[in-house]
């Protein structure tokens, strides 16, 4: 089965650089979240889509914004990275037709900021 | 606002027994659903488990089942006949159903580190 994809998967950058992730959701999957997970973290919420609008928003810094495009992939934009954006970024994509709705996750983006 | 707790950061087992995971939770929500990630070395979440919270009935996949008390907001997770590959961190992670049949984020707890041993 298809399943969620991420790119890259592993990113260095210096600090004050900028960083695109992208997310390719599972197919027919009309919804994407970004979650942040920190070093022996748990994932936090950052934002989600739902047919290419914002629907939610959580711990998302202002430095960071996203989007979602017609094709349902979404991106990730970092600008004015600092040493703690390291962390391991996960993609999640769901459907909402009805069903009890469950978050698939990607493999996730590795940044390291250095 | 939701909380998810998981009071066992560590816990081990012998291969081939059973452990069991705690996870309480905190909400004034009544329409929401609980999850069990599997997030082994390679770090990739893995869903392990789901539970409605209208459904009485508790959820089991294959050796994994839970036991879900909706009054006391407890969801724990039994791991039967464990294996080597059962060797990753566990979190448990709440998500209230926002309304119009979509749901919110998931909110996770910190983790229980779970070391299945030969």
């Known amino acids: 089965a298809a399943g969620v994809i991420q790119s890259p998967r592993h990113l260095i950058k210096e600090k004050r650089e900028t960083a695109t992730l992208k997310c390719y959701p599972i197919?027919?999957?009309?919804?994407v979240y970004w979650y942040q997970q920190g070093p022996g973290q748990d994932p936090q919420f950052l934002i989600s889509?739902?047919?290419?609008?914002?629907?939610d928003k959580g711990s998302i810094p202002d430095r960071f914004s996203a989007q979602q495009f017609s094709d349902y992939h979404s991106e990730l934009n970092m600008s004015s990275l600092e040493l703690g954006d390291s962390a391991l970024y996960f993609c999640?994509?769901?459907?909402?037709?009805?069903?009890?709705?469950?978050?698939?996750f990607g493999p996730g983006t590795r940044l390291l900021v250095l | 606002a939701q909380t998810v707790t998981q009071s066992q950061p560590e816990m081990s087992v012998q291969e081939a027994e059973t452990v069991t995971l705690s996870c309480t939770y905190d909400?004034?929500?009544?329409?929401?659903?609980l999850f069990w990630y599997k997030q082994p070395p390679s770090r990739q979440m893995i869903l392990v488990i789901r539970?409605?919270?209208?459904?009485?009935q508790n959820a089991t996949e294959n050796r994994f089942s839970v036991n879900f008390q909706k009054a006391a907001k407890s969801f724990s997770l039994k791991i039967s006949d464990s294996q080597l590959g059962d060797t990753a961190m566990y979190f448990c992670?709440?998500?209230?159903?926002?309304?119009?049949?979509?749901?919110?984020?998931?909110?996770f707890g910190k983790g229980t580190k779970l070391s299945v041993k030969p």
């Open positions: 999640a994509s769901s459907t909402r037709t009805g069903e009890v709705e469950t978050q698939y």
């Open positions: 197919p027919r999957h009309d919804t």
């Open positions: 889509f739902y047919e290419k609008m914002q629907s």
């Open positions: 909400t004034s929500e009544s329409n929401y659903y």
């Open positions: 539970q409605e919270a209208y459904k009485q």
């Open positions: 992670a709440f998500m209230k159903m926002v309304g119009g049949g979509s749901q919110g984020n998931l909110i």
